[in-house]
């Protein structure tokens, strides 16, 4: 019999874009960091990895698609950087397959693979990669997020340079937001009331998307860290999921937000369907006019009293958007004579972008409309 991820032996359309972000963000973040000449060493893990290659459709899993992106940037850069991959999954049979398959098609970095449950694994973590000069990118894998406690995700981002991508049923802990009896006899239900209860997950919200809202903003660990979202639809069951994104460092989110709006055009929030009958409607937010206007208000709002070039930065990276979008509006606000600035600068040049993020403040703001 096969060895399959789950119970099945392909990849379905929702957990491809999950991979394609992980694929694209994490190409992003190796070439930054192997251009670096600071960072000798790139600790990428993958916690929970399932069998690495799906042989219905021959597809990559996760595991595969890191040690593929490890080898061409190794390849591409030729740098002394050491690069490592740790790879685990409680499933011996699933890790036995696809450490094979790395040791025999792979040796531009060190490898190392375990069978541990969660619990084990993150205190591995803990007691091995302690040093602030190492950056590590850790992948959270929704088969595992039963077993990971708000504080093993705090340890981990509270080691030296970290960034975690994890994978959540978004649908579920919404819906157990007000549980039903037969909701309180999924067998899912207790860990996910854990991992809410944890976090206080318990919003009065609209809609789902205002949910994933919350728990991006409790994944900042109040403001700790810099988090985004990432939303996947699956096709028949209409079954939520979302990717979060956790970083220390706000070139991270950016980059993050660079892929959210490279997958999705016209509003950076989630994946959409690519080919008839793939996914339902798009997000009712996914309109690419609304998302502006969205984010135009929240901006006047914002610039009712002057800010500096840094604080729009932030405030539309966590928004959402990207240098590119603010500039347009900014534009839009100045032709019209209703910026006011600090002081005189050239004409359509805001400043926004992390060359400037850490010096020239630049203080403007929205004049009232008189």
Known sequence: MAIK???????????????????????????????????????TFDLFCGIGIYKKDNSKGSPVIIADLLKSNHEKFNRNTELNLYINDKDKSKIDFVSKYIERNYDEFKFYSSSLDAKEIIKKINDNVKFSSKKNFIFIDPHGYKDVYKQDISNLMNIGKTEILIFLPVYNMYRFLKPTKEDKLNPSYKSIRR????????????????????????????????????????????????????????????????????????????????????????????????????????????????????????????NGFLPKHVNLILKKSQNSNLLEFDRKIRKNSFYISYKYYKNNE?????????
Request: hydrophobic letters at 35%; glycine letters at 2%.
């Open 195 to 318: 991992i809410m209860d944890e976090f206080k997950l318990h919003y009065d919200v609209k809609n789902i998307e205002e949910y994933i809202d919350c728990i991006t903003n409790a994944f900042t660990f109040e403001d700790k860290f810099y988090a985004t979202s990432f939303k996947l639809k699956k096709d028949k069951s209409g079954n939520i999921y979302a990717l979060f994104f956790i970083t220390k460092h706000i070139k991270g989110l950016e980059k993050a937000v660079e892929v959210k709006w490279e997958i999705d055009e016209e509003c950076g929030v989630g994946y959409k369907k690519k080919e008839p009958n793939l996914f339902e409607e798009e997000f009712s937010q996914n309109n690419s006019f609304d998302c502006m206007n969205n984010l135009e208000n929240k901006l006047i709002k914002f610039l009712s009293d002057f800010r500096t070039n840094k604080e729009i930065y932030e405030f539309v990276l966590k």
């Open 362 to 370: 630049i203080k403007y703001k929205v004049k009232k409309n008189d």
């Open 5 to 43: 991820q789950g119970d099945k032996d392909y990849l379905e359309a929702h957990s491809k874009a999950k991979l394609e972000f992980l694929k694209k963000y994490l190409d992003r973040y190796l070439k930054i960091l192997m251009l670096d000449k600071y960072t000798d060493e790139i600790n």
